[in-house]
């Protein structure tokens, strides 16, 4: 054995994995290659049949086909046409079939979607129209929020107005010293 390496064997080996079109393909190919193969048999059988039929007039002609299909289906061949009964082959549909079938009948997991994404539509509109707990906590907030921002507002307009009226005095009282001041010089 070499040292330090690994050893023979199925453990280093990189799995591969065979896709189910891959898969398909595959099977198909094998039914296009076992149908001409059943069609140069019957070809060739019916060549000899010919043949046979020409030295034995219409005696062996049913035998032959019996044995022809016996030997076809013995040994691995019979094995290889049998197809998996638990793997269901899709079946393609047209166009029309499809839209005159009825409706599908959904799974447990796309009809629960369905319902929450409808509880959801439900529950926004009665939040917009202010029906749920938490659309009047949100107005109720709102409320009060809009009562302190009047409040500062007239506060505002109130120091305002006060700024004015003191400037106006100051100004006033700045033109009377300054016209007293010419009266007594």
């Given at each position: 054995m070499p040292k330090g390496g690994k050893k023979g064997g199925h453990k280093g080996r990189v799995r591969t994995y065979t896709s189910p079109e891959e898969i398909d393909a595959q099977m198909?190919?094998?039914?296009?290659?076992k149908r001409q193969e059943q069609e140069e048999e019957e070809q060739e059988g019916a060549a000899q049949n010919?043949?046979?039929e020409e030295k034995l007039p219409a005696s062996g002609s049913e035998d032959s086909d019996d044995e022809n299909s016996q030997r076809r289906r013995a040994g691995v061949e019979?094995?290889?046409e049998i197809e998996n009964p638990n793997r269901v082959a899709q079946k393609s549909k047209k166009v029309t079939q499809i839209e005159l079938d009825?409706?599908?009948q959904l799974s447990r997991r796309e009809r629960e979607e369905i319902e929450k994404q409808k509880a959801k539509e439900r529950y926004m509109k009665m939040h917009l129209a202010g029906k749920t707990d938490q659309a009047k906590a949100d107005l109720a907030r709102l409320a009060i929020i809009r009562k302190q921002r009047e409040e500062a507002a007239k506060k505002k307009e109130e120091e305002k107005k006060g700024k004015h009226l003191e400037l106006q005095i100051m100004s006033d009282l700045s033109r009377s010293?300054?016209?007293?001041k010419h009266i007594i010089t």
């Open positions: 198909k190919a094998e039914k296009e290659r010919d043949t046979a019979g094995l290889i009825e409706p599908k010293s300054c016209g007293s």
